[in-house]
């Protein structure tokens, strides 16, 4: 640590928090409120579950709801988060690294339908594949989408004025989908090459959907550090990670997962990308369908409602295989439910940890199928170990219901979001010390997200856990994306409307870490004011909300702005008011910011992605090491 740098420790912050409101979960299910290290100090009457179906039953048993009512016992008493004795930090446990999800490679001509796709693959090579195309699609899994339903028709007209800036756009990827389309007539397709171009813009990625059977990650020192990797896009299919980093094929022989290495300390892209790989991509792009609208949230701007592409049931089932059972776990209670899946805190019965077991939602029939941000979300998270990222330690099913697939992930007790409303609710304020820690934590997450190539595209307080022990971490990848250099053209309907950035609102479909950063900085201004700094209602009135703050935009401070197609509130404000909002000093109780915090926080939001704040940068910022602010 640099001389008189400020050791903001998640210990140090421990005792604020504390002294403070401890944590709250904002579930409705009994909060856990300033509970401090004894978090689990209340102790129920009640009973286990030790009956399978009616443990964590399963759909037909109406899982969730007959439970609920039911008295647990707390077995929180005497947890401990994992990592700490006495709150000390204890060397970080190694991960288990084998996830079930990996591509069978001996599948030939795979087919996978979904609801509004059809794919055809070719055989698809050995673990570490031949060169890639120009494109950086491996021309052996060149795919075939059914147009009627792709983003770009569907999704990204949103926005634009008219149908010529539409095609303007669209002409803009043609470069991109041409590539695809030279790779795909030399293979077995049914759509002729014109109709790539109207394919999905996050689809450029697409190398293939696998068969899904066997474990594939698999590591014995699996630490992604900090060394910036290379560019999963950067055009070479096996692209060398780090010595640290080993991937790793594995073969399914039916009763278990045999493990072996692929290529030393290469990492195969192909394998990396994953999720993407599918070509079916966000919870809201290719082939789905917006069913909702950002007017229609009534609460933090969430916005997507989306109909999302999942893997027939079929190959989930493989993927499954070998994966240990959820009854290997107590129900202790349901946490929260997300858009994507429910969340219950549970016990492992062997091991007596206590867990997070997010339950993966499939869809409204049974045999719907494995929605593909789950897989994402499964296969980075499984990948990464960082304390700043939340940890996934294997994925658990019941194996009576294909359907209740479940992650494991480790337990934190709270989020920022219910703890900041427990907080306005008794009027505290985060005191400057605990914004700070908070802050490097979440910056040293975001800068190895983006230091593995990964942009969450969806930070927002509900998606940072914390423990009782000032731990933070990120968690709900099911939006995030790997990305590369050059940039290519994805969707720009991600990040939940009050945290996302104004290039993606207004329809820029190149973007890369800049979006997180904005949104670390509407975090940063959240904590500091314990609100939402701007709470639009939908896309255009986000918009309004940040030039009524910042100012509207011109050319001169964001070059190419004006380029940018979507459309745009009608205010005329000159002026940087942010200042206003977060002044050095206030009497009337205004959030109060130093200079190198404003400083920090106007980095944060500055309009021109270019010119955003790093995280790297932003961890190095004079405000993490005055002592005074
Ligand atoms: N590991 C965990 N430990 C404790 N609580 C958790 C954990 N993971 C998630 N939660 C709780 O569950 C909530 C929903 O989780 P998550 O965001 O992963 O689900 P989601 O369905 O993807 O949500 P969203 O609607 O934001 O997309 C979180 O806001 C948090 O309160």
Not at 42 to 70: L, M, P
Not at 427 to 441: A, D, F, G, P, T
Request: hydrophobic share 30%; net charge negative.
């Amino acid at each position: 640590m640099a001389a008189g740098q400020v050791d903001v420790l998640r210990r140090d912050f421990y005792k604020h928090s504390k002294r403070q409101n401890g944590h709250y979960r904002n579930d409705s299910h009994g909060a856990e409120y300033g509970r401090g290290r004894d978090h689990g100090a209340r102790r129920k009457n009640g009973y286990h579950y030790s009956s399978k179906t009616r443990d964590w039953g399963s759909r037909r048993d109406g899982f969730g709801s007959r439970i609920e009512e039911r008295k647990v016992e707390d077995l929180s008493k005497g947890d401990k988060v994992a990592g700490y004795e006495d709150g000390v930090r204890l060397p970080a446990e190694k991960k288990r690294k084998i996830s079930p999800i990996v591509w069978d490679r001996e599948e030939k001509d795979v087919r996978v339908s979904s609801k509004n796709r059809v794919v055809l693959v070719a055989p698809l090579p050995s673990p570490c594949p031949p060169a890639p195309s120009s494109s950086g699609v491996a021309c052996h899994d060149v795919l075939d989408v059914d147009v009627s339903k792709c983003a770009v028709s569907g999704v990204e007209i949103q926005g634009f004025d008219n149908l010529a800036d539409k095609a303007a756009v669209e002409d803009g990827l043609v470069g991109e989908l041409n590539s695809q389309t030279d790779l795909s007539s030399s293979l077995p397709s049914e759509k002729s090459g014109d109709d790539c171009r109207q394919e999905n813009v996050e689809e450029e990625e697409f190398v293939g959907a696998r068969n899904i059977s066997m474990s594939r990650w698999a590591s014995d020192d699996e630490t992604l550090d900090d060394s910036r990797r290379s560019s999963p896009e950067s055009g070479e299919i096996c692209t060398e990670l780090s010595g640290e980093v080993r991937a790793r094929s594995s073969s399914f022989d039916g009763d278990g997962c045999s493990v072996g290495p692929v290529s030393g300390n290469t990492y195969c892209e192909s394998e990396l990308l994953d999720a993407d790989s599918m070509g079916i991509d966000d919870k809201q792009d290719e082939n789905t369908s917006v069913t909702g609208s950002d007017a229609d949230s009534e609460d933090d701007g969430d916005t997507h409602h989306i109909e999302e592409t999942r893997v027939p049931t079929q190959r989930s089932t493989n993927m499954l295989q070998g994966c240990r059972s959820v009854y290997e776990f107590e129900y202790l209670k349901k946490i929260n439910e997300g858009t994507y899946g429910v969340v219950y805190k549970a016990k492992d019965r062997k091991t007596g940890e206590i867990v997070a077991l997010k339950k993966v939602k499939m869809g409204v029939e049974k045999g719907d199928g494995f929605p593909l941000s789950s897989l994402r979300e499964i296969n980075i998270l499984m990948s990464f170990n960082h304390p700043s990222v939340v940890g996934v330690k294997e994925v658990v099913m019941d194996e009576d219901d294909f359907d209740s697939v479940f992650m494991v992930m480790e337990y934190m007790e709270s989020d920022l979001k219910g703890v900041l409303e427990a907080m306005k609710v008794k009027k505290q304020l985060y005191c400057m010390s605990e914004v700070k820690c908070l802050m490097r934590q979440l910056l040293e997450g975001v800068k190895y997200l983006h230091d593995n190539w990964v942009i969450h595209r969806d930070l927002k307080t509900s998606n940072l856990l914390l423990s009782n022990e000032g731990e933070l971490k990120i968690c709900d990848f099911g939006l995030s994306r790997q990305y590369g250099s050059p940039l290519k053209p994805y969707t720009p309907l991600v990040v939940t409307l009050w945290y996302r950035a104004p290039e993606l609102l207004l329809g820029t479909m190149k973007y890369s870490t800049a979006i997180d950063m904005w949104s670390v900085g509407c975090i940063m201004a959240e904590l500091v004011a314990q609100e939402a700094l701007f709470r639009g209602k939908n896309e255009i009135d986000q918009l309004g909300k940040i030039f009524q703050i910042l100012g509207t935009p011109n050319d001169k401070i964001w070059p190419g702005l004006t380029k940018l197609r979507g459309v745009r509130p009608n205010i005329k404000q000159p002026y940087n008011l942010l200042r206003k909002k977060f002044p050095a000093r206030s009497f009337i109780g205004s959030p109060v910011l130093c200079d190198s915090g404003f400083d920090l926080l106007n980095k944060l939001l500055t309009y021109d992605p270019e010119k955003r704040i790093t995280a790297e940068a932003a961890l190095k910022h004079d405000w993490f090491s005055n002592l005074a602010a």
